[in-house]
Structures are given as structure tokens and as C-alpha cells.
């Protein structure tokens, strides 16, 4: 059974880091490809990383370096870290992973950037 369970979020100031976590069961890291997206209130779900099986990672195009990912085997947690948040990165963010053709998501976690 695949499994995705975000965990982490939250408010930060402009300016700050924030990382979240997606703790995944059912997925093969080694196999399947996995990604970050967010949403925000009246808009459809964007990209912000897909990485694949293979380890080719494909940014959105806000995202300027800002943003780096890494998957924990021993975990079994696939990260997201951000840095330099801008208010404009306030949203919601999904984890998902490609398994077979079936595309699944975690629940989503909210990051809001404020002052």
C-alpha cells in the first residue's frame, strides 16, 4: 500500500528556511519518481521539484536555487528544504510519488512566509 505523510511547515519570516518531509511507504526510491508541489487559494497545483528515479531533478522556475531536496533511505523520508522564502512561497505543499501509473499524494502542509 502506498503511503505519503507530510510532515513539517509552518510560518516563517521573509528571509528564513523552512524544510518539510514526506515519510513514504510503498514507494521505491530506486524506481519511482517523486516530487514537491503547491497550491495556492484559487490556483492550480504548480511544480516545484520532480525528481526522477534516475536522479534528474526539474525545478519551477521561481524557485532559483532556493529550494534543494534529499531522500533519507534509512527513513524512507524524501525532503524539501527551502531558503530565502519570500512571502510568494506561501501555500500549500504536496508531496507525491509516481508508482507504477498511479500518481499519489500526501496531505498537504501549509508554509506561510509573513512578518
Known amino acids: 500500500q502506498v503511503q505519503l505523510v507530510a510532515s513539517g511547515g509552518g510560518t516563517v519570516q521573509p528571509g528564513g528556511s523552512l524544510e518539510v518531509s514526506c515519510a513514504v511507504s510503498?514507494?521505491?526510491?530506486?524506481?519511482?519518481?517523486m516530487g514537491w508541489y503547491r497550491q495556492t487559494p484559487g490556483n492550480q497545483r504548480e511544480l516545484v521539484v520532480n525528481?526522477?528515479?534516475?536522479?534528474?531533478?526539474y525545478w519551477g522556475e521561481f524557485v532559483k536555487g532556493r529550494f534543494t531536496v534529499n531522500r533519507s533511505f534509512m527513513k524512507r523520508t524524501w525532503y524539501l528544504r527551502m531558503k530565502d522564502l519570500k512571502p510568494e512561497d506561501t501555500a500549500v505543499y504536496y508531496c507525491?510519488?509516481?508508482?507504477?501509473?498511479?500518481?499519489?499524494w500526501g496531505q498537504g502542509i501549509q508554509v506561510t512566509v509573513s512578518s
Open positions: 507525491n510519488a509516481a508508482v507504477g501509473d498511479t500518481v499519489y
Open positions: 510503498g514507494v521505491n526510491f530506486a524506481t519511482d519518481d
Open positions: 525528481v526522477t528515479a534516475g536522479g534528474s531533478g
